[in-house]
């Protein structure tokens, strides 16, 4: 997932050291992602299915609460809950892109399952506060 990245900073030092803590712990972020999003019950009517990982990504860094933000693009698939009011629409069958958004804080990552539908990555990333950098950004 973790690609070449943009930032001058990523070649080495801090970004680089962040994104190897990421990448040894995906697999299992991943599945807390989508245990924590599938809980939520939304979008309402709607069942989580499945959540393909993109190899897009972008790192962020909050100085002010020693704190980073990876944002991985996702496309998320749903299926209408049985006598739902979801369960003849079209639309749920199509394809949800979006980012999943992660946090390393007090060096630990989690998940709440926040997910930031159609928006990629490096758009999630624009959002980010006054006080928030951009470290990394995947070239996909």
Not at 16 to 32: D, P, T, Y
């Amino acid at each position: 997932m973790l690609r070449k990245l943009l930032s001058p900073e990523s070649a080495g030092g801090k970004s680089q050291r962040i994104l190897l803590s990421f990448q040894r712990q995906q697999q299992n972020l991943q599945k807390e992602f989508f245990s924590h999003a599938a809980a939520t019950g939304k979008p309402r009517g709607l069942r989580w299915k499945n959540c393909e990982w993109l190899s897009t990504f972008a790192l962020v860094e909050d100085t002010t609460q020693e704190m980073f933000t990876m944002f991985c693009g996702v496309n998320v698939y749903f299926e209408a809950i049985e006598g739902g009011d979801m369960e003849d629409v079209a639309a749920v069958s199509a394809v949800r892109d979006g980012s999943a958004v992660f946090h390393l804080q007090n060096g630990r990552w989690g998940s709440g399952g926040r997910i930031l539908f159609n928006m990629p990555p490096a758009t999630a990333a624009q959002t980010a506060a006054a006080d928030q950098t951009l470290l990394a950004v995947s070239d996909a």
